[in-house]
């Protein structure tokens, strides 16, 4: 069964906006990370943020973890052509057997 | 420093066949994970292997199997494909640090 859950499962947004995507999980975990997929090609790792940690940045990318409300969510600001992927959150659980999970992903469409 | 590499990147096989995928991880990486990737399923863990040894399994058949060597490639195999096999497989290193590097994949498509 998936870890992470990432809503929405699609979101499309003019050049320029901010793109906001959410991951819930359901057990406590160590860290939660998000990835990038261009078109059925390999993950891009993006960010790793830990359970202490509250909030991220690196570059436009901005992501905030809630473990009360086992949740997390991906800011991306001043979206780009490029930034047209899916974005997957994974997470390990707390008693993971070093096993990554990861959610279904978002599907994220940057229109011209 | 080179990528994961993947090998083959696309391949067709016939109903029945068995098939070998290959990974050859990141330089000093010795844990690989192996992900199968479907549109209905989404990444599914397939197991992970460090230092040659098996540390982890998901939930697939036993016609499934995998194996690294002593220099931290791993291959996987299929055996006895099925239909529902037809997806993106890939693999993944990591060394010290958490996060992972993925290959490109292969993509098997069974016919």
């Known amino acids: 069964s998936q870890q992470g859950e990432e809503d929405p499962q699609a979101l499309s947004i003019q050049e320029g906006e901010n793109a906001t995507m959410n991951c819930s999980y359901k057990t406590s975990i160590n860290n939660l990370q998000w990835y990038r997929q261009n078109s059925g090609r390999g993950l891009v790792h993006l960010i790793l943020i830990r359970s202490n940690e509250r909030e991220k940045h690196s570059g436009r990318l901005r992501v905030t973890l809630d473990t009360s409300k086992k949740s997390s969510s991906l800011l991306i600001t001043a979206s780009r052509a490029a930034d047209t992927a899916s974005y997957f959150c994974a997470t390990d659980a707390v008693n993971r057997d070093d096993k990554i999970i990861f959610g279904k992903g978002t599907r994220l469409h940057i229109l011209p | 420093k080179a990528g994961v590499t993947q090998t083959p990147r696309y391949l067709i096989k016939t109903r029945g066949q068995q098939v070998t995928l290959s990974c050859s991880p990141i330089?000093?990486?010795?844990?690989v994970s192996w992900y199968q990737q479907t549109p209905g399923q989404g990444l599914q863990f397939l197991f992970e292997y460090f230092s040659e040894t098996q540390r982890n399994k998901g939930n697939f058949p036993g016609r499934f199997s995998g194996r690294q060597f002593s220099n931290s490639r791993s291959e996987m195999n299929v055996s006895t494909l099925e239909l529902g096999d037809s997806a993106l497989y890939l693999c993944?290193?990591?060394?010290?640090?958490?996060?992972?590097?993925f290959g490109s994949g292969t993509r098997l498509t069974v016919v």
């Open positions: 330089s000093g990486h010795r844990s």
């Open positions: 993944a290193s990591s060394g010290t640090n958490y996060g992972y590097t």
